[in-house]
Nanobody, 123 residues
Framework: QVQVVESGGGVVQAGGSLRLSCAASGRGFSVTAMGWFRQAPGKEREFVATISGGNGVTSYTDSVKGRFTISRDNAKNTVYLQMNSLKTEDTAVYYC????????????????WGQGTQVTVSS
């Protein structure tokens, strides 16, 4: 069993930065793939970024490439999402999720989810 808890959301002006954190509990974190997803009002939840366990391979959705960076600190059982050059369309509830095995951008592949943290980007 893995539990994940997000933090770091807030309100920021367009062009600004935020760093989200996701603290995970449970055994085997270092080999657990982690992902960030988001859900804007009236829209479906969508993939943002993922990072593999072990060698830390990453993947991003096209709309955040070059602006967001996912990373992990296995010693702290924590995954981060550094968000730069934020746009109003990045406004959403951001969710952290964990899965066993290889990393994935598919929501259905993730077994463990946090409660989400709100990110609001104002113009």
């Amino acid at each position: 069993q893995v539990q994940v808890v997000e933090s770091g959301g807030g309100v920021v002006q367009a062009g600004g930065s935020l760093r989200l954190s996701c603290a995970a509990s449970g055994r085997g974190f270092s080999v657990t793939a982690m992902g960030w997803f988001r859900q804007a009002p009236g829209k479906e939840r969508e993939f943002v970024a993922t990072i593999s366990g072990g060698n830390g391979v990453t993947s991003y959705t096209d709309s955040v490439k070059g602006r967001f960076t996912i990373s992990r600190d296995n010693a702290k059982n924590t995954v981060y999402l550094q968000m730069n050059s934020l746009k109003t369309e990045d406004t959403a509830v951001y969710y952290c999720a964990a899965k066993r095995g290889v990393y994935s951008g598919a929501i259905k592949d993730y077994e463990y989810w946090g409660q989400g943290t709100q990110v609001t980007v104002s113009s």
